[in-house]
Nanobody, 124 residues
Framework: QVQLVESGGRLVQAGGSLRLSCAAS????????MAWFRQAPGKEREFVAT????????HYADSVKGRFTISRANAKNTVYLQMNSLKPEDAAVYYC?????????????????WGQGTQVTVSS
């Protein structure tokens, strides 16, 4: 019922910044926890960040903590991922996901809706 479309992925130099957007349609996401996952070539998909429905709680993977920030604008039905101090190992396809629950979660099975992904490339 919820469609998600990611945007903002591009080529950036190591140390640079980038903001990804996830636009939702079909229904409001104000009661859904949201998250970002990523998958690099030859690697498993991994959790990046999650935010509760109201935006009051966030959690991050250790690898991005202190560098990435997840936020949401429920009035715009949009979720963001601000990425700073990018490293080559951050290069991956980034996916946005929506949970049927309101509490933040870091497990893939918690998310029922997924976008098609946006490519982030980091040059060293």
């Amino acid at each position: 019922q919820v469609q998600l479309v990611e945007s903002g992925g591009r080529l950036v130099q190591a140390g640079g910044s980038l903001r990804l957007s996830c636009a939702a349609s079909g229904r409001t996401i104000s009661s859904y926890a949201m998250a970002w996952f990523r998958q690099a070539p030859g690697k498993e998909r991994e959790f990046v960040a999650t935010i509760s429905a109201g935006g009051g709680s966030t959690h991050y993977a250790d690898s991005v903590k202190g560098r990435f920030t997840i936020s949401r604008a429920n009035a715009k039905n949009t979720v963001y991922l601000q990425m700073n101090s990018l490293k080559p190992e951050d290069a991956a396809v980034y996916y946005c996901a929506a949970s049927s629950r309101s509490s933040a979660a870091s497990f893939e099975y918690s998310y029922a809706y997924w976008g098609q992904g946006t490519q982030v490339t980091v040059s060293s």
